[in-house]
């Protein structure tokens, strides 16, 4: 290889690497807010810092941990505000690119899909894909909706008989929770599976709609461009992307959600403004009223929350 070939290849290994965005020094820092006016504070300098200050877990509530990601640049203005107003923290996570480097997937499993590992967009569909052949007459794969950079969101349905109530499992439909997608793919592997009769005698009794990855844009980008990323691809300028789950018609831009484009909770410019939400709407309506429970899978917060999410 000559030098110039050399000097290209490097060149080009080096921006593929670039752009990939980093995290190192960003902390996670627990912190107790005491009193109403903690609140305030830490959603102010959330508000006021949005790309140094992120939460991982909101603060609402008094005498229950936030979790904070606090960029290198604002760490020392951000615990003296802490400080000052008497507020308590520990360091939850020291360094998150470290983290990130860890969660990176191994393909220890050598293309075999297992719940050891993550695994990118195309290895998840590449399994669900594979699902049809291996139970023939019971699992179809469907093609629930579409993404704003003309992906399929394609999940299953596994179909016991006729005449059973519809069950609907998704899966990240916020791009970087990663783990929801294992777990509803766990799930979708156990209800074929399982042997145990207790589990067979409730699963059998239902049909279901599985979609492991309802945002399939924003998960490929947390593999390609930013592990943190939350939101649809679809350009809301100056910013890019809208929440999913604020985007829906019930109670939009009400409580919980942004109105501001830069926001991870951004409600987009209207309700179904994401082609993702519009689409598997209408795939949900054509279900009918054999739908009878839709479960939605995040992370993290330890919380089980029923209809509707959106009341306190
Ligand atoms: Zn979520």
Not at 74 to 85: G, H, I, P, Q, R
Not at 265 to 277: L, N, Q, T
Not at 288 to 294: A, E, S, V
């Amino acid at each position: 290889m000559s030098w110039r070939a050399t000097f290209l290849l490097l060149a080009v290994l080096s921006l593929a690497a670039a752009k990939y965005r980093r995290y190192d020094g960003h902390r996670v820092y627990r912190v107790v807010p005491s009193k109403g006016h903690h609140l305030d504070l830490l959603n102010k300098l959330a508000h006021e810092n949005k790309k140094e200050i992120t939460f991982w877990k909101a603060a609402y509530v008094t005498n229950k941990p936030a979790d904070v990601m606090v960029s290198p640049q604002v760490k020392n203005s951000f615990l003296a505000a802490l400080k000052k107003n008497g507020v308590k923290y520990s360091v939850l996570v020291e360094d998150v690119q470290k983290l990130i480097d860890k969660q990176r997937p191994t393909g220890a499993a050598g293309g075999k899909f297992s719940w050891d590992d993550y695994y990118p967009l195309e290895d998840v569909y590449k399994w669900i894909k594979s699902l049809p052949a291996k139970y023939p007459g019971i699992v179809t794969t469907v093609v629930g909706g579409y993404s704003y950079e003309n992906r399929e969101i394609v999940g299953v349905n596994i179909s016991f008989g006729t005449n059973r109530p519809i069950v609907v499992l998704e899966g990240t439909i916020h791009a970087r929770e990663w783990i929801s997608t294992a777990a509803v793919t766990w799930m979708l592997n156990q209800i074929l599976t399982s042997t145990n009769s207790t589990v067979r005698s409730i699963v059998d009794q239902f049909n279901y709609y599985i979609l492991p990855v309802y945002n399939p844009d924003g998960y490929k980008y947390t593999f390609t461009d930013d592990r943190m990323w939350r939101k649809t691809l679809q350009p809301h300028l100056p910013c890019m992307g809208a929440d999913p789950n604020r985007n829906w018609d019930h109670r939009w831009s009400e409580e919980g959600a942004s109105n501001n484009p830069c926001d991870g909770k951004y409600h987009g410019p209207r309700a179904f403004s994401e082609i993702e939400i519009r689409t598997v709407s209408k795939f949900l309506a054509s279900l009918g009223r054999d739908l009878q429970l839709y479960m939605a899978f995040h992370s993290y917060s330890q919380l089980l929350m029923y209809p509707y999410g959106s009341f306190p």
